[in-house]
């Protein structure tokens, strides 16, 4: 979902990547929520299923 | 506090500045700016992008902008300081293990270059004089760590200002001033085995934290992105490196040369360089910088 050209919350629509599909489900939640109660932020090897990023492309295209 | 969300440099790249007032604005404007510029001149996926002009002109000493002679420089540094184990010449096995594909319009990209066989960063010349660089024999760049960390950096440079800021480039950060609580921040360290879990977690204040690891961005055949430039394979004991330095640039170069290192070579290296870090190998071993709890 974008509101003001940003997202707010993102899921994956069509799942086209080498990765399972059920390693991608997992990062959607983390675009908007990605802090435990416990720490500010997190380091973590690139987040980048390639699909998940295409997905964010383009709904940022879109929202334009 | 105000956060904004790009998709760029392949990743997603999430600002947060204390303040929503046109000030803040127009920081996070210039800050985003960044990754644009940047990205623009050291990808290796286009082939319009000053990198892959310069890689299409072996043999021939070739002007570069700032942004791009200053990147090379570095990987060149980081490449002399940890033997090799970061190699900014390392593209085209990375092109092999199916790492060639553009994130925009999701196309194979190959260089064209057939064989690279031997090729390091001893290629690579640089005239500090005219702000040239040579590559003595056809290769692939890959200034993909660099370039990040670079954007991270002057993004960062421009929220100094702001002086309580976080920006985190698709789990490289840099965390400038103070959290929301006013305390330094709080950094976890996501578990490479357990998705969603953090294996520990630091407190810094404007410090990078970027870490390398085995458990995103595998090739089809199951290696993980970071390619050991000295075997020609991937790196195999380390599922984690974390850096704590100064910069971005540095911490994301020296955590891809601590992942290719290991643990021993690559805890060495970081403190023979100052900074801090922490490994975790794949049977989840610890090694540490001695002063890693004290990096705020």
Redesign the interface.
Same mark, same amino acid.
């Given at each position: 979902m974008i509101e003001g050209g940003?997202?707010a919350s993102a899921r994956i629509a069509d799942c086209e990547t080498?990765?399972s599909c059920d390693?991608i489900d997992?990062l959607p939640p983390q &675009?908007a929520e990605?802090q435990?109660p416990? &720490?500010?932020?997190? =380091?973590?090897?690139?987040?980048? =299923?390639?699909a998940f990023?295409?997905a &964010? &492309?383009d709904a940022?295209a879109k929202a334009k | 506090m105000s956060v @904004?969300?790009?998709?760029v440099m392949?990743?997603?790249v999430?600002i947060r500045v204390a303040g929503s007032d046109a000030a803040a604005e127009a920081a996070l404007d210039r800050a985003f700016g960044w990754f644009d510029e940047i990205e623009a001149r050291c990808t290796r996926f286009d082939e319009r992008s000053e990198l892959r002009r310069l890689t299409a002109q072996a043999g021939t000493a070739v002007p570069a902008s700032a942004i791009l002679y200053e990147a090379v420089h570095f990987a060149l540094l980081v490449a002399e300081e940890s033997g090799g184990a970061f190699d900014p010449t390392v593209g085209h096995r990375m092109e092999a293990l199916g790492f060639n @594909?553009e994130? @925009?319009s999701?196309k194979i990209v190959a260089s064209g270059i057939a064989n690279t066989s031997g090729v390091s960063y001893r290629d690579i010349e640089l005239d500090p004089g005219r702000k040239t660089i040579r590559l003595r024999r056809p290769l692939v760049l890959d200034l993909g760590a660099v370039a990040k960390g670079l954007a991270v950096d002057a993004a960062a440079r421009e929220l100094e200002p702001l002086r309580d800021f976080?920006i985190?480039a698709?789990?490289?950060?840099y965390?400038g001033g103070m959290?929301?609580e006013g305390a330094p921040?709080?950094?976890?360290?996501?578990h490479?085995r357990i998705?969603?879990e953090?294996i520990d977690?630091l407190r810094v204040t404007n410090k990078a934290?970027?870490?390398?690891?085995?458990?995103? @961005?595998?090739a089809?055949n199951g290696a993980p992105h970071i390619i050991d430039p000295r075997a020609n394979a991937g790196a195999g004991m380390v599922a984690?490196a974390?850096v704590v330095a100064p910069t971005a640039m540095l911490a994301d170069a020296l955590a891809t040369a601590a992942f290719v290192l290991g643990p021993a070579d690559g805890i060495d290296l970081l403190q023979r360089l100052g900074v801090e870090g922490l490994i975790v190998t794949r049977e989840l071993v610890r090694y540490e910088t001695r002063g890693l709890r004290h990096a705020a």
């Open positions: 940003r997202i080498r990765y390693v997992k &675009v990605r435990s416990d &720490v500010d932020t997190i =380091s973590r090897a690139t987040q980048s =299923s390639d990023y295409y &964010v &492309v940022l | @904004r969300t790009e998709a392949g990743t997603l999430s @594909r994130h @925009r999701r976080s985190d698709g789990g490289d950060l965390l959290n929301p921040w709080r950094v976890g360290i996501a490479p998705a969603g953090l977690s934290v970027c870490t390398s690891g085995d458990y995103e @961005r595998r089809a984690s974390t």
